[in-house]
């Protein structure tokens, strides 16, 4: 560790260390082994052993780079398929699970580290083939519980612990040893590979129980349970069951288990990703956005806590880990954040609900958004431009709900340093800077356009000429400044850092950011691809960045001394960010091979179809009983998981109950809206008491009651929770099908609607509210949101016509509308059920010729039009349509005004609600001190 690292861990440590001493919080050791615990791995013995968990994770790192580069194709050397890549993934993942991680980490996890072998070995043994020797079952399940019950210190690791890292890279180098063979007898596994598999999901379990808790291990458990024993489940959820050759094949042999989507998402993309975001943390930027958000929004009501805000947006563009973004952003933010007003929880909940709101941000969300990808079928673009808008809003939110706070409590900013220029001044300087970057991108894409063509081959080397010397200005503009330092949050605060030469410092991080950004939205390049670029490049800053501020800087007596110094230095940043980054990976890579268990139950027991019933009962068919009960299974199946994980799960078993129930309910909504809608409310159980893990980790550094952190995190987070909702009913959000200049007109008025849901639930607008205000807010939000619901009482949306008038209703329509078809028919299972297809119009002059061109032939028996025909490839086929099906009703769409009429309403009241609040404003009283309301 170096001497700048070092000092701003040792201000980082007294800082917290003196919250503990006045509060009860946690010292920095603490709070450094409960990150370790839950990300990186809590044990690095000294000596040999120490160093050799760290060699691993360097070669793990390696690896990645290696695979993920053109290297192999260029040298034709070291080519690995996709497949072999997951295994070899998950090797490193398992031996470094149980080398890093100790296993007792609390009697409830000691006594599930002891019953989850012996049940689930009990189980197998029950189904077992009987050409296959049960004892060795046996023996696998018992030297786990051995294991287990020996224990496990964390100054070094014990000889069994050596066992079963060892045999965790057996059992998955096993599929890549074999994995020509193996795919020649899928479905018909032999002795040994089912005792590989029995040995390989019992050692995979009990990694996930140590690097990431109970949770993801006990879900998992679960559903091997129950597909193995599908007959004696209740008859709503019952299933034939399968032997235990039939889940070692599905679950290990094949790629539609442990080694499916995930898994290889995970070896692809997630790794690189996670491995820019930890170089990207040892170059010093996670320092530089928080100073720069201080520097620009210290000021202001609430400084701090909004800066928190921006510096946890900044922080999880880049990290996978909300635990992680609060505490290497709490540190700083949630000392300041007391100092001028809130209380313990309150700065906390304002820490957990943006560091938690970083994992629904583009271009990263945690990692899932490689995972949408592959989930949803649409192409990485798609995913981040569907996601963009609705995390922009949430954000925008949580620094508005922090100014109430602010105004609530009577707060004031942190002095700053300088007395700033005139408004109008600013506003010309803004415009000035906004019309300088507009018209550097254009030069930019235009001249990498005019590049391409004119230098063939050799582009990539002229690209990268000019980004180094754009990286060598950059550079020389941070030279001329002081290097930034990480204050003392706790010491007193006499000026704010100024925004100029604070942001001026570290320009020079934002470039990487740009060759990833680049490569994936205008070159349109693999995210695995655009990740090697961008991580290399950040190789490449990491080792010349401290030589050349030295050479920038100039050279003193000490100069050629200084400059070895840096260059070391660089190196080791690089070593060491290259082992966080793999070390980061323990518990995400463990993950996606945990989930793929429930990802293989779900596909091999057909138990979504189950979920969608128990459901179904449950909500009556009421949509909004249906999305909130899924909105709480979420909730609870993400709890305690890591993000990827919380998504691999929720998708698989409750993206399809919506998309079902949906349809059947007259519901029609793109298949990212859904996958969306799970996957924030599965983030949701970040912050959710009892088991919100970010709330715990925010209140170890506060101070504050971890319940009540929880609690009020929720509240901040009930803007987040709104949205899911919202985009549903109405996918503009969503930027689905929208253009540019409409796509600005919802993002201004949805965060006009957001700003005032917030107000509503934080009971102050201008003034405190009063109920009927509180009502009137929610209301007009609401109109603002979704608008056409209460235009649809005056102006209906469909006609709705009997299903014999399907041709005419095509004939009344525009090519390119969407007439909603209600079909009766027979479900995957052959079970009668009735649905709504959303079928496309197509071109043609009459409408029988546009059925024709749908593809679909009909036959009219008695009063019922029955589907006689779907041609493949049609857009019949495409809405779901199929061949005796009962249409029984089409909705046309119906020429009304524009729904946004009644934003007119809204804003009238709107208008009311500020003119009564003004009239309040001179006679409203600050409240003192901190609110806790």
Known sequence: MDEDRAQKRQQQASAVEMQAAGRGALTQDEIDELVASSDTGARTPPGIVGRLILGVALCWSLFQLWIASPLPFMLNFGIISATDARAVHLAFAMFLAFMAYPAQRSAFQLALGVAVPLVLSGLFIYGAPASMPVWWVALAGGAIIAAVLLGSPKSRVPPWEWALAIAGVVVTMYVFVNSDVLGRRVGAPIATDVIVAVGGILLLLEATRRSLGPALMIVATVFLIYTMMGPYMPSIIAHRGNSLAEVANHQWITTEGVFGIALGVSTSFVFLFVLFGALLDKAGAGNYFIQVAFSL??????????????????????????????????TFTIPLMKRVGFNSEKAGAVEVASSVNGQIMPPVMGAAAFLMVEYVGIPYFDVVKHAFLPATISYIALVYIVHLEAMKAGMKGLPRAYEPPPILRRLMFIAFMVAAICALSLAVYYLMGWIRPAFGSAAPYV???????????????????????????????????????????????????????????????????????????????????????????????????????????????????????????????IATAAAGIIVGAVSQTGVGSALADVVEVLSGGNLMIILLLTAVLSLILGMGLPTTANYIVVSALLAPVIVTLGQQNGLIVPLIAVHLFVFYFGIMADVTPPVGLASFAAAAVSGGDPIRTGVVAFFYSLRTAALPFLFIFNTDLLLIDVGWAMGIFVFITATIAM????????????????IWETALLLLIAFTIFRPGFFWGYLYPEFEQRPGSQIVQALEDSQPGDGLRLRIAGLNDIGNPVEFTALLEVPQGDSGAERLANAGIELVQDGDRTLVDNVAFGSPGQAAGLDWDQTVLSVDAPNDRPSRYLAYIPAFLVLGAVVWLQRRRLPAAEPVKGPSHA
């Open 297 to 330: 929004m210290g000021h202001l009501r609430g400084g701090p806590a909004k800066a928190a805000v921006v510096s946890s947006a900044m922080t999880g563009l880049i990290s996978g880990s909300s635990i992680a973004n609060v505490v290497t952003t709490g």
């Open 463 to 589: 690209v990268f000429g000019i980004l180094t010397a754009a990286y060598v200005g950059l550079m020389w503009v941070a030279s001329r400044e002081e290097p930034l330092k990480m204050d003392d949050p706790n010491a007193p605060v006499t000026t704010l850092p100024l925004p100029g030469p604070t942001v001026r410092s570290g320009l020079h991080y934002i470039l990487p950011v740009v060759v990833l950004v680049w490569a994936l939205m205008v070159d349109r390049l693999s995210p695995g691809l655009s990740a090697f670029w961008a991580t290399a490049y950040m190789i490449f800053i990491l080792l010349t960045q401290r030589p050349l501020m030295v050479m920038l800087r100039g050279a003193d007596r000490t100069g050629i001394t200084s400059l070895v110094r840096s260059v070391r230095a660089g190196i080791d940043d690089l070593v060491d960010g290259l082992i966080s980054g793999a070390r980061n990976m323990i518990g995400i890579g």
């Open 755 to 770: 700003l005032l849901f917030a107000a509503a639930t934080q009971g102050w607008f201008l003034v405190r509210n009063r």
